[in-house]
């Protein structure tokens, strides 16, 4: 498209050119100021409208408003349940972890009263029932109650970290002790003559017999009952070559009769390590282990403490016939 433009008769005529182009461009540069001033006009009298509490405006700002603000209110409700139902499911856990972690404790042998000593000591006077978000209605749980929630689910959980600490110890503590108790069996093999009366083999009259005897072949292992602390090894003129181990607790065994000792006194032993080997040493018939346990120097049954696969056959016999014993 073009125009012509002319002054006079005498003057030249000027051409202008319009090509589709030019014409957008030129559409864009109304359009956009104008938009822009009345964006400008619009936000200017909105405002005012607003400040000055215009009839008609005035209510449409303040109802957009409220809309905006009901939204938003919406949204903060509907997280806010959704952390408190959390919060009452992990509360809900943590309180069956409490009853757990107490039945664990009483099997760990930890006693009520240690367990309260764990509660924090309350500053000043308090009192009343632990409510949880369960107990209130997710709809009424306000960012107080959480942050409340959040604080008694912090010290609880703190409190479940001190009590399973505190169990960890006592078993561990336990498996020291049992770790320390003559309860494995020094002679792979069956157990021939018991703890208790019976007719001595040399004098043929009645006598405590104080230990077990263990009938195997000279040269055969003999294995710490438990750990403990080596308290002698050397000759005895009734036990022959006597190996006792200290156990703590006035706990002591003993292991006579033995051919080779293979620890000496003061030597550090773990349970089922090789101290001796079976012999016959001492006042004895025939190759065995006489087996002793004494609880602060009193000689005790020793089936009492060893396991169950230990089984107490005939009192009096060997692997060759003999009767094996000690005094």
Request: aromatic residues 4%.
């Amino acid at each position: 498209m073009q125009i012509l433009i002319t002054t006079s008769v005498l003057s030249r005529p000027r051409i202008v050119q319009f090509t589709a182009w030019r014409l957008v461009l030129t559409l864009l540069a109304l359009t956009i100021p104008m938009m822009m001033l009345s964006l400008a006009l619009y936000h200017g009298i909105v405002l005012k409208a607003a400040r000055e509490h215009w009839p008609i405006i005035s209510e449409a700002v303040r109802y957009v408003e409220r809309q905006e603000l009901a939204q938003r209110d919406r949204y903060m409700r509907e997280n806010l349940d959704a952390m408190a139902v959390k919060m009452g499911d992990l509360q809900a856990r943590l309180l069956r972890l409490e009853a757990v972690s107490e039945r664990v404790a009483g099997m760990a042998g930890i006693k009520a009263d240690e367990l309260k000593q764990i509660e924090p000591a309350p500053k000043g006077a308090a009192g009343g029932p632990l409510v949880g978000l369960r107990e209130v209605p997710a709809s009424s749980a306000t960012l107080a109650d959480l942050n409340s929630a959040m604080g008694d689910l912090e010290a609880l959980s703190d409190r479940h970290a001190d009590v399973f600490t505190l169990i960890e110890s006592r078993l561990f503590e336990k498996r020291l002790d049992a770790l320390m108790v003559p309860s494995s069996a020094p002679v792979d093999g069956p157990i021939g003559s018991g703890f208790g009366f019976r007719a001595d083999p040399f004098t043929g009259h009645a006598a405590l017999h104080t230990g077990l005897d263990f009938p195997a072949d000279v040269g055969t292992p003999i294995m710490a009952a438990a750990g403990g602390v080596v308290l002698s090894a050397g000759p005895h003129p009734q036990y022959g070559q006597l190996v006792e181990l200290d156990h703590g607790n006035g706990l002591v065994t003993r292991y006579a009769h033995t051919s080779r000792m293979l620890v000496k006194q003061g030597d550090l032993v773990k349970r089922g390590q090789k101290i001796a080997e079976v012999g016959s040493t001492g006042r004895s018939t025939g190759p065995h282990l006489h087996f002793e346990v004494l609880v602060e120097g009193v000689q005790q049954n020793p089936s009492r403490f060893l396991s169950q696969q230990a089984r107490v056959g005939n009192p009096t016999a060997s692997p060759n016939g003999n009767n094996v014993a000690v005094h």
